[in-house]
């Protein structure tokens, strides 16, 4: 069974603070996408990294997926308060593109 | 906004009474999905749908059937409810098919009591 370990699990910072997420595996995906969750919604697509190596900028996020594809990053410059929310980390296999999900981090971030 | 509903959006009930969620999506797309999500285990996946009236079981299928009668709604059925089974349900469709991106609905919160 293929895993993804998500860590942190839990990070609570002050605004303006940076942090980084990780997500990894000892399999390889063919790609990697980041979810935002919002207490009571569903998850909300934010980047797919597909080509190990591979960073994508959304504003002051930074996505980076591994040279190997096993593993990926979520970088946070100057954290702010609307930053606050569960990420999700989903890598999707080769064969029939289903999702392997990793459980989450739950970000708060203090004014 | 991917066209995606559910309802009900919040339900309570017993437990061995029959329980049935709907996703209705107005996207005509071919993949859709039943997942739930748990404190401590994130999204699991019920069932799956890769078009009208094909489905497959996903990880944690026991105690759920699905349907699929058309293209735009793909329906969970809890049989016979259990307190185990009080969770969020969430329905997604899949946009992107080379990289299995997926959209999610809002989400059923069901209390089984």
């Known amino acids: 069974t293929q895993l993804l370990e998500q860590s942190p699990q839990f990070l609570s910072i002050q605004e303006g603070e940076n942090l980084t997420v990780y997500c990894n595996s000892s399999?390889?995906?063919?790609?990697l996408q980041w979810y935002r969750q919002e207490p009571g919604e569903g998850p909300v697509l934010l980047v797919t990294?597909?080509?190990g190596g591979e960073v994508k900028k959304l504003k002051r996020l930074t996505f980076q997926f591994g040279d190997a594809r096993k593993d990926s990053s979520l970088h946070i410059t100057a954290a702010q308060p609307g930053d606050t929310g569960l990420y999700l980390c989903a890598g999707a296999e080769d064969s029939n593109y289903q999702l392997i999900w990793g459980a989450g981090t739950k970000l708060i971030i203090k004014p | 906004d991917a066209g995606i509903t559910q309802s009900p959006r919040h339900k309570v009930t017993e437990t061995g009474t029959p329980v049935t969620l709907r996703c209705h999506q107005t996207?005509?797309?071919?993949?859709m999905y039943w997942y739930r999500q748990d404190p401590g285990h994130g999204l699991r996946l019920i069932h799956y749908?890769?078009?009208?009236?094909?489905?497959d079981k996903g990880e944690v299928s026991d105690g759920y059937s699905v349907s699929r009668s058309k293209t735009e709604d793909f329906l969970l059925t809890l049989e016979s409810a259990t307190s185990s089974q009080t969770s969020v349900y969430f329905c997604a469709i899949r946009g992107g098919l080379h990289t299995g991106e997926l959209f999610f609905g809002e989400g059923s919160r069901l209390t089984v009591l």
């Open positions: 996207e005509n797309h071919r993949y």
């Open positions: 399999s390889v995906f063919s790609s």
């Open positions: 749908s890769y078009g009208v009236k094909d489905t």
């Open positions: 990294v597909v080509t």
